[in-house]
């Protein structure tokens, strides 16, 4: 008969640890790649440990801005009478000062500088450029909706070494060497490419490390059928793009149609439809001509993480990676996902369909 005073041995058995399974950082991944793709050169490396390093500072801030009143008007002071900053202007601040010093860059750009901004001058210019978009989809993070930061690197055009220029910033997305985004939402979650497949990392507040948890991401075959859009503009929509929605919107032979998912967040957006399927678009209006998302810090970065996953991204009738650029803030109309939505939006808009 057991003690009701002496709980049986078991009880005192040591609690059971799950044993993780292989774990891999995020600096141990970068470093293998580097043995199996010579252009993942140790420079570029240390630009992809410093975007690391970014996210992380920036998820520190994000994922407690519902409890510090941090999200304050730029000059106020918060409870600790600390110095207040709206918070992309913080992760924008991040980026600038993780890569300002580092030696890696010759020059940079981001969604919140109208001009581009150069390495301060007692600091060494690297071979690298790196463009950003420091908070996309900031405005929603008051309703604790994933926002992200979006982020895209070159090599410099030429080899003289010194300062960077305009030149180095306006590039086809072709050319960038490595590209991705972070998803701050329920996790935290860092997903890039270098051209040799997409590797996604959530990272571990626990030990403030990201770990591996799917290398190769591949957007599923078929795809579910899911579009992507934000329906308020369909009166300002051109005549193509609503026959494409109508057409989506009309029973298959099965009698399903695609269902219709919009966040209002580019990376929230593009994060469903990288492990999803589907089509995200966000087309031109008879207002906006060339669409709302910038080509050079939102489109180009997204559009090699998709088609680097077996997805398409086309501004309707190009191919995005092949758009020259000509501005800094120059904006592109963009459906990107399956190549089988992606394909019938461009049938759609260029009217053989
Ligand atoms: P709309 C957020 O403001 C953003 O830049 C992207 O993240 C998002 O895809 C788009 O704009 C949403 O724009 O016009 O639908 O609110």
Redesign the pocket.
């Known amino acids: 008969m057991s003690d009701p005073l002496r709980p049986p041995v078991s009880a005192f058995k040591a609690p059971i640890v799950m044993r993780p399974n292989r774990v891999v950082t995020i600096e141990r991944f970068i470093l293998d790649q580097q043995g199996v793709q010579p252009e993942a050169t140790g420079p570029l490396s240390e630009v992809l440990y410093d975007i690391a390093l970014t996210a992380k500072l920036i998820a520190r801030e994000v994922n407690k801005a519902g409890l510090v009143d941090i999200l304050g008007e730029t000059g106020d002071t918060n409870v600790h009478d600390e110095y207040v900053q709206k918070l992309d202007e913080f992760a924008d601040d991040c980026f600038i000062k993780t890569f300002d010093h580092g030696g890696r860059l010759c020059i940079m750009a981001s969604e919140e500088h109208d001009e581009p901004i150069p390495i301060p001058p007692k600091f060494t210019c690297g071979d690298y450029v790196l463009l950003f978009?420091p908070l996309?989809?900031?405005?929603?993070i008051d309703v604790n909706v994933t926002?992200?930061s979006i982020f895209s690197v070159y090599k410099r055009k030429n080899d003289f070494g010194g300062a960077g220029t305009m030149e180095d910033l306006l590039r086809k997305g072709s050319e960038q060497l490595a590209a991705g985004y972070v998803a701050y939402g329920s996790s935290t979650m860092l997903v890039y490419t270098t051209g040799k497949g997409v590797h996604a990392f959530t990272l571990d507040p626990g030990i403030g490390e990201f770990l591996l948890s799917e290398p190769a991401v591949q957007i599923p075959l078929p795809g579910r059928k899911i579009y992507s859009c934000?329906e308020?503009?369909r009166q300002l929509l051109f005549p193509s793009t609503r026959r494409l929605i109508d057409h989506m919107q009309t029973p298959d032979e099965n009698g399903k149609t695609y269902s219709s998912r919009?966040?209002?967040?580019?990376?929230?957006?593009i994060h469903r439809t990288l492990l999803y399927g589907g089509l995200f678009m966000?087309p031109a209006t008879e207002t906006t001509p060339n669409g709302?998302?910038r080509l050079l810090y939102?489109a180009n970065p997204m559009a090699l993480v998709i088609e680097q996953a077996g997805g398409m991204a086309s501004t309707g009738s190009h191919r995005i990676l092949d758009i020259e650029a000509n501005d800094l803030h120059q904006r592109v109309p963009l459906y990107m996902g399956s190549k089988r939505d992606v394909e019938l939006a461009i049938r759609f808009e260029s009217g053989t369909d």
């Open positions: 978009d996309d989809g900031s405005s929603n926002v992200g934000n308020g503009y919009y966040v209002g967040s580019m990376v929230a957006d966000y709302k998302l939102e």
